[in-house]
């Protein structure tokens, strides 16, 4: 029997009930009290449907089959063959993905030599790298393959192919194996690799394994071959390279007619060139000095050969993909793995055993340094402080510092709102000291914000009572990223924090109907998901959060005021790693991303939409002082007040969607418009959206750069 297709002695006859013939077929194998009949379907539909995403509708439709094992006497009833690949592989996602998966099915893989080769072939099949498997080996199992072979006693003196395909049937009576049951001969040789998309060879002939080589070499077949001793993989790419020397030319110009019919002891010459007798382990080849004396022929383990199956599965798992793998040869050596043993680093204790310095925070007591002291105190994006602050006499001048800003900042619009913020703070800071002077703030449009002066506040004799009694909440005023706990906002608090935002010009929406808000939420995640997966806005949120321990914590986000729990902030340096968002991005994936933003958003006792008419300097940065006026006025009535930053919050047209991300630019648009569509928000400039809640206090606040650190011409803050 050669090149035999299933039904066969390897194969599973797969039956289908609304067959009439097929039918009668079930009714006679289940009416058979030698035959064993197994029904598990219920728990395979149960799987199916668990699937996520969800399987396409027509899957559910698709009938269920029977599948008789003669070799075994049992019928088994199982999902029809798309259902049945979908359940079987879905474990395997996302290392392989579903579409990888679809494509891998077109693949036909050949494995000549099933003792090695059991093991690869069965890892080939069980991974589904593969829609069609050939088998050739004319040997059959004996007692002594089975220190390496799995097989079992029942399996001895069946063919090794035969053996092979009748395992890889259990595991999926819908892959199609082809058994070359007599091995390959000159006339067969052509049949087994025709339409081969990978060659796996593993035969003990070494005139074969050059015949085998010829073959893939004429076909432009990539080959695999995995020695276990040492964890020998090597792959020879005869689909690139065409002319590429057979066993990357360590046999020089032998032939197989030169190896044909040597004895053990007169292979071991050409096998040693193959295995390269320095790299052999020492076991390996003081055991080759005995073959013919006190070995039979050379020692293979069980392990070594698992561990070559799997190493197989990755190559060719990387030449499916179409991912690059040259040719040449490496070793996995277990040993010298297992020599290199290391003591992983001990956890340190968690954030909470580490002392919170909040010195930064107490008010110098120079009246003109309180005032340079709150301004420094003003929020901004990821605090990464974006201003620069420097005395011109008795003028506080600030300005956009642009080596701190990032491309959510567009056009500097989040800088200039955190400059009104500063401007609001050191307002109140010299009304307290008597020292208010006159205030005056760049006119113009945002073309020139980065190259002139945006705000200079002049001390003077004056006071603004009003700002005065701000003061100390100035000094307190902090973001709190604390899920709320409940509860609303009720008429008279909404009316106090409106006229707070008109008080300085601004206007606010505030969302208080929950359905709206938990909308909002999902838009704002879906923004962060992006935020997340676009390279340069990933690489810059990540450069705003820092570590304790690691970073300085004068400027970005001390992670600890992200009021995340252990299992979050591991999952946040995971959040870190770029080839991890890089896949999700691949994937189009990723919706875990947004959760933070989407159950915190879902605990607010109201959104806080701030907005501003016009586009000008000045506009930003009144809207930053109205942002002030805001957040003290709602964080004295008890409030937590935690902004947000959608990504799209200050572009305005499509370029600057587009200055935001080139592969998600017009999404963030469908999010903006979105947003502004469910809010109500209109044609008006956005300032910020902050998330309102009652909440227990912020554990921690982000600390600030020493002012002598924002001077014009200190732009790192060092």
């Not at 798992?317 to 040449?328: E, F, H, K």
């Not at 004295?636 to 919050?649: D, E, I, Q, R």
């Amino acid at each position: 029997m050669n090149a035999a297709v299933g039904p066969a002695p390897w194969s599973a006859e797969i039956l289908r009930g609304e067959d009439p013939a097929h039918a009668a077929r079930i009714a006679q194998l289940t009416a058979d009290p030698a035959i064993e009949v197994l029904d598990s379907l219920d728990g395979q539909w149960g799987e199916l449907r668990k699937i996520l995403p969800a399987a396409e509708p027509d899957l559910y439709d698709e009938a269920a089959r029977w599948a008789y094992y003669p070799w075994r006497r049992t019928l088994v009833r199982i999902l029809g063959p798309r259902g049945f690949r979908l359940v079987r592989l879905d474990r395997n996602r996302n290392k392989i993905t579903r579409e990888e998966q679809d494509a891998f099915a077109g693949k036909v893989l050949g494995v000549v030599g099933l003792s090695v080769g059991h093991a690869i072939a069965h890892t080939m099949a069980l991974q589904g790298l593969c829609g069609e498997i050939r088998l050739a080996d004319f040997d059959t199992i004996e007692l002594s393959n089975l220190n390496r072979i799995p097989a079992s006693i029942l399996d001895l003196d069946v063919n090794k192919a035969v053996v092979v395909g009748r395992r890889i049937a259990e595991l999926d009576p819908y892959l199609r194996v082809v058994v070359f049951d007599e091995g390959l001969t000159d006339d067969s040789m052509a049949d087994f690799v025709d339409g081969l998309d990978i060659l796996i060879e593993e035969c003990d002939s070494l005139d074969m394994k050059l015949l085998v080589r010829e073959a893939a070499r004429k076909q432009r077949i990539p080959l695999i071959m995995e020695t276990s001793d040492r964890g020998l993989l090597d792959v020879e790419r005869y689909d690139l390279e065409p002319d590429r020397p057979l066993f990357h030319g360590l046999l020089g110009d032998t032939t197989a007619s030169d190896l044909r019919g040597l004895s053990t002891h007169d292979k071991v010459p050409h096998v040693l060139r193959i295995l390269e007798p320095a790299e052999l382990s020492a076991r390996m080849a003081a055991s080759m000095t005995e073959v013919d004396q006190t070995l039979k022929t050379w020692p293979q383990l069980g392990g070594d050969v698992t561990l070559g199956a799997a190493s197989v599965a990755a190559a060719v798992t990387r030449i499916n993909r179409g991912a690059p793998l040259a040719s040449g040869r490496t070793r996995i050596d277990m040993d010298a793995v297992l020599d290199a043993l290391v003591q992983p680093p001990l956890p340190t204790g968690t954030y909470d055993d580490l002392d919170v310095d909040d010195t930064w925070l107490k008010a110098p007591d120079d009246a003109r340094a309180a005032v340079a002291h709150a301004a420094g105190l003003a929020p901004s994006g990821g605090n990464t402080q974006p201003w620069t602050m420097d005395w011109d006499d008795d003028d506080l001048v600030i300005g956009v510092q642009t080596s701190r800003t990032s491309k959510m900042d567009v056009h500097y619009r989040g800088s200039l709102v955190g400059i009104g913020a500063a401007l609001y703070n050191a307002q109140a800071a010299a009304s307290a000291h008597g020292i208010l002077g006159a205030a005056q703030v760049a006119e113009g449009d945002l073309a020139g914000a980065a190259s002139r002066p945006v705000v200079r506040l002049s001390l003077g004799a004056g006071a603004d009572p009003d700002l005065a009694a701000r003061y100390p909440a100035v000094l307190t005023r902090s973001s709190n990223r604390q899920f709320g706990t409940g509860g609303t906002i009720d008429a008279d608090l909404a009316a106090r924090l409106t006229a707070a935002a008109a008080s300085r010009g601004a206007t606010l929406h505030l969302v208080l109907d929950r359905a709206v808000i938990e909308a909002a939420g999902e838009l704002i995640a879906e923004s962060d998901r992006m935020r997340y997966l676009d390279e340069i806005l990933h690489r810059q949120m990540m450069s705003e959060l820092s570590w304790p321990g690691l970073d300085n914590l004068d400027v970005g986000l001390d992670v600890r005021t992200l009021e995340l729990d252990e299992s979050d902030l591991a999952k946040l340096g995971v959040a870190k790693r770029r080839d991890v968002m890089a896949y999700l991005d691949e994937w189009g994936v990723g919706r875990a991303l947004g959760d933070v933003a989407r159950e915190r958003i879902a605990t607010a006792a109201g959104l806080a939409i701030l907005t501003v008419t016009g586009n000008q300097i000045a506009d930003y940065v009144r809207g930053g002082q109205a942002l002030q006026e805001l957040w003290i006025t709602a964080q004295a009535a008890g409030l937590g007040v935690h902004p947000t930053s959608p990504v799209f919050l200050y572009a305005e047209d499509p370029e600057d969607f587009a200055s935001l991300s080139e592969k998600y630019a017009g999404a963030l648009r469908d999010l903006s418009g979105a947003f502004r569509e469910l809010c109500g928000i209109g044609n008006e400039t956005f300032i910020l959206i902050l998330r309102l809640s009652w909440a227990p206090a912020a554990s921690i606040r982000s600390r600030r750069l020493p002012i002598d650190a924002l001077a014009a011409g200190n732009p790192e803050g060092t």
